[in-house]
């Protein structure tokens, strides 16, 4: 199993190769063994934290036959078959910077109940988040919405009542930020970060 050395001004570039092959091998060769390396690094910790086995799944893009992907990830989930369907963590790449997540998207079948109990306790969400997190409606764009600033009822509300809703909580960290270099720096803010997720993810076992 690899280890985590930290991230290199190159590996943000990959998002620049045109061609789908060819921006796919420097992912397969480069970004998604070092993903990989975080999430294993983390599945123990993550599992302790939750009370769930998490399981290790990095993104393949097997569905893409033309574009090339803007994003890549890998994803921490109670199943070895898969995670979309399941609350779950994901670690990820865009081009201008990384990611953090807890997720629950579109393929979710608990995502109405989820929003129910995400209402009941919007107070002590509001407050327990740090500022400095940032919410997401669509893990496809890397646009984000910063806590602060976050109308939660209404994020609430579209994950209850829209088909292709989702909800995403975490944090991102520009790709210049001296910390990416430094793998025990890093792995210690993945800890960190999703220490406090996991308050989102005991939310998913109340109901």
Not at 188 to 204: A, G
């Amino acid at each position: 199993m690899s280890t985590f050395n930290g991230f290199t001004q190159k590996d943000f570039d990959v998002f620049t190769i045109s061609g789908l092959d060819e921006r796919m091998e420097a992912l397969r060769g480069n970004i998604s063994p070092k993903l990989e390396a975080i999430a294993n690094e983390l599945a123990p910790t993550i599992t302790a934290l939750t009370g769930d086995e998490m399981f290790v799944h990095v993104a393949k893009h097997a569905r893409r036959t033309k574009n090339p992907p803007n994003d890549t990830w890998a994803a921490l989930a109670n199943s070895k078959r898969g995670y979309k369907k399941l609350p779950h963590f994901q670690i990820g790449l865009w081009e201008t910077h990384l990611f953090m997540w807890f997720a629950v998207i579109y393929e979710s079948p608990i995502k109405a109940d989820f929003a129910k109990i995400l209402k009941t306790n919007e107070s002590q969400i509001k407050s327990s988040i740090p500022n400095d997190y940032v919410w997401s409606t669509d893990h496809t764009k890397p646009a984000v919405i910063h806590h602060k600033e976050a109308d939660l009822h209404s994020l609430f509300d579209r994950l209850e009542n829209v088909k292709k809703a989702e909800i995403l909580c975490g944090i991102t960290i520009d790709r210049q930020d001296p910390i990416l270099q430094d793998p025990t720096a890093f792995l210690s803010k993945c800890e960190q970060t999703f220490t406090t997720l996991n308050d989102l993810y005991q939310l998913t076992k109340k109901f």
